[in-house]
C-alpha cells in the first residue's frame, strides 16, 4: 500500500477517535446536568414540603432484633449507665440507645447512635455485620422525609442477605429483591444509576414502614397502652 493509499485510512482514523471522544464528552455533558436538575428538584421540594413524618411516631432509623432478650441486646451494644425507659419515650430517640421491650417476638434498638448511612455506608456496614454476629436476625431501616435518603437491609450471623441504601445515589445494593419489596413497589437502582427520580425516592420513603411491617415490626403499629408504658433500656455504649 503507497502513502496515497494510507492518507485516506489515517484520516478516518483521526476522525473516528475524534467522533468518539465528542461522544463520550457529550454523554459526561448530558450526565452531570442530569445530576445538578435533580439537585435543583430536590431543593425546591425541601423549601415546599415540611417532613412527612410526625416527631415521635416513628424514630427516622431503627434496627429490628428477633427473639432476643433486652439484656442480651444491651450486652451486644455494650450499654453502659443504662436506665429504665418507657417505648413511649424511647421512640423520640433523644438517647444514645433505647432498647425497646420485646414486643411479638422483636426487639427495636433506636438512637443518636445508630449508624447514619447517609454519613457513611461502610461504618453502617460494620456495625450491622457486627451486631449481627452477636445477634443473630438484625434488620435495619432508615428513612430521611426531607432529602428522601432511605436503606434497609437484613442480616444474618454477620451475613448481609439484602441491603439497600440511596443518599442521592445508590451507595449500598447487595443480595436479591425480597418478594416484601416487590410487591410493595419499592425502586432499587443499580450502582451509577442516573434515572432516579424524586417519585422514585417518594415511593421508597413511603413504603419502608410497610416493609418493616412485613419482615419484623412498624414501631408506629404499636399502639397496645400497656406495651407503650412497658420498660425498656436506655444508655450510652462502649461503641461510640
Avoid at 434498638?109 to 436476625?137: E, R
Wanted: glycine share 8%; net charge negative.
Amino acid at each position: 500500500m503507497n502513502t496515497a493509499d494510507t492518507i485516506p485510512l489515517l484520516l478516518l482514523a483521526v476522525l473516528g477517535i475524534c467522533i468518539g471522544m465528542g461522544l463520550a464528552l457529550l454523554a459526561w455533558v448530558m450526565a452531570l446536568r442530569r445530576r445538578s436538575m435533580r439537585q435543583r428538584e430536590q431543593d425546591a421540594f425541601l423549601v415546599e414540603f415540611a417532613p412527612r413524618t410526625p416527631a415521635g411516631e416513628r424514630p427516622n432509623l431503627w434496627l429490628a432484633v428477633r427473639s432476643r432478650t433486652t439484656e442480651e441486646v444491651r450486652t451486644a451494644l455494650g450499654l453502659d449507665h443504662s436506665t429504665p425507659c418507657s417505648w413511649r419515650e424511647g421512640m423520640k430517640g433523644s438517647h444514645e440507645f433505647f432498647i425497646s421491650p420485646r414486643v411479638n417476638g422483636w426487639i427495636i434498638v433506636t438512637g443518636l447512635a445508630l449508624p447514619n448511612p447517609t454519613d457513611d455506608i461502610d461504618a453502617c456496614f460494620m456495625f450491622l455485620t457486627g451486631i449481627s454476629k452477636k445477634l443473630g436476625h438484625v434488620q435495619f431501616f432508615y428513612l430521611d422525609p426531607v432529602w428522601d435518603h432511605h436503606a434497609w437491609a437484613r442480616t444474618d450471623e454477620g451475613c448481609v442477605t439484602r441491603a439497600y441504601a440511596w443518599t442521592g445515589e445508590t451507595v449500598w445494593n447487595q443480595g436479591p429483591m425480597t418478594l416484601s419489596e416487590t410487591d410493595l413497589g419499592l425502586r432499587c437502582h443499580p450502582y451509577g444509576d442516573n434515572a432516579v427520580t424524586i417519585a422514585d425516592c417518594e415511593q421508597n420513603v413511603k413504603n419502608i414502614p410497610a416493609l418493616a411491617a412485613r419482615w419484623s415490626l412498624d414501631p408506629a403499629d404499636v399502639k397496645n397502652f400497656a406495651t407503650e408504658q412497658a420498660t425498656g433500656l436506655a444508655g450510652e455504649s462502649a461503641w461510640t
